[in-house]
């Protein structure tokens, strides 16, 4: 079997209404697939993480850059593939849109592995520790809006998610800190006294910032604080979690077992938190994984993207097995976004449905146990929203 294409689809669509974090704004919502054809008429599909202009760009490594790379090559050798492809992108990036460009092309490779051999990407990687997995629900997004308006609408959001059946909820902050330890306050007013909230910073204080937040959700009981300050602090993060009880988490915005390897040396996450469609996809990623347990740190994926990021996920939750074992383990969660995503929603076949799975399944979603992903994408629904 030989490699003979390999094509990017970036999908682009209106959002409803503007939805922001603590870096910008956005009102469209991007998707980037990469399609890898063989000679055999098995196809995989994979994703990369990156939005908007960032996605165009990243098309041009894949198409332009890897592709001439690893045409005619066997699918099957994943690995052989990964280390020829960042061996020659080494001198032009370790980390950022090359590893998130190779990133999506791996995941594919992973998806027609599956499909060659009959076996959910789960089972390839050594079997399924769980045929559900437990969903938290994040939403209660920055919007151009004054902070009070914002806090009272954060109230009913986080009830509305609490109600809808997922098992924790996670919102976003960024105002500053005096704002967002209301908007903190107003997410546990929400949810009651009895359930897990988190909270996304992405990595929006200086340290004293984030003390004086995250000493705030010590008080409120939360039970992560995400990317509290910058991704390159690892000195500021190894410092929060010293200081706080909340456990802080982050990695979203790592690359590749080498900056995995000093972030986790640095100790300063008590949850990792790697992007499988960023980070190297699913090769490297299993590389992460062994390095993130032999520091007994736990993880919960990050997870935003279309239904191809959310499958790759769902296997690789149901193929990771629990830190700490135990009769009662704390099992991994999957990041679900609340929000409007058409191309989560609409993209596939035969879609997951979640939102009604979380609902009527206790907060869990079945994992796909077809071969490979496990899903298949709608043709008509990638030719409707593609731009690129």
Not at 47 to 64: M, S
Not at 311 to 320: E, I, K, P
């Amino acid at each position: 079997m030989k490699i003979t294409r390999i094509t990017s689809h970036v999908l682009s669509c209106d959002m409803p209404e503007v939805l922001g974090y603590s870096q910008q704004y956005y009102a469209k919502r991007t998707a980037h697939l990469v399609e890898v054809e063989t000679d055999e008429g098995v196809t995989g599909w994979g994703e990369c993480f990156g939005p908007g202009p960032v996605a165009v760009a990243n098309k041009g490594i894949v198409e332009g850059v890897i592709q001439p790379m690893i045409l005619g090559l066997d699918p099957m050798d994943r690995d052989v593939i990964w280390h020829k492809v960042y061996n020659l992108l080494r001198d032009h990036g370790q980390k950022g849109m090359p590893l998130q460009s190779l990133s999506g092309v791996d995941i594919a490779l992973w998806d027609i592995a599956g499909k060659v051999t009959g076996q959910p990407i789960a089972k390839l990687i050594g079997g399924v520790h769980r045929d559900s997995v437990g969903v938290y629900g994040y939403g209660m997004m920055l919007r151009p809006e004054p902070a009070a308006e914002m806090a009272a609408r954060f109230v009913d959001e986080a009830a509305a998610i609490r109600d809808a059946g997922f098992r924790a909820t996670k919102m976003k902050v960024g105002l500053g800190p005096r704002d967002d330890i209301r908007l903190a306050e107003a997410v546990r007013r929400g949810v009651g006294d009895d359930f897990d909230f988190m909270v996304d910073a992405n990595h929006a204080y200086t340290t004293a910032d984030a003390f004086h937040v995250g000493r705030a959700l010590d008080e409120l009981g939360a039970y992560w604080f995400e990317e509290p300050v910058a991704p390159e602090d690892h000195a500021g993060y190894a410092e929060l979690r010293a200081g706080l009880t909340t456990n802080i988490a982050g990695g979203e915005a790592e690359f590749s077992r080498w900056g995995w390897k000093a972030l986790l040396e640095s100790r300063g996450l008590s949850i990792a938190q790697p992007e499988v469609c960023a980070l190297g996809g699913i090769t490297e990623y299993l590389r992460v994984l062994a390095l993130c347990h032999a520091h007994f740190t736990p993880v919960v994926n990050h997870v935003w993207g279309s239904a191809i990021a959310v499958a790759a996920n769902l296997q690789l939750l149901a193929a990771m097995p629990p830190l700490p074992g135990g009769l009662f383990p704390r099992e991994p969660w999957l990041e679900f976004d609340t929000t409007d995503n058409k191309f989560r929603d609409n993209l596939l076949t035969e879609p997951i449905n979640i939102q009604s799975q979380v609902k009527t399944n206790n907060g869990a979603v079945a994992v796909p146990m077809g071969p490979g992903l496990g899903v298949t994408p709608d043709r008509d629904v990638i030719a409707a929203y593609r731009i690129a």
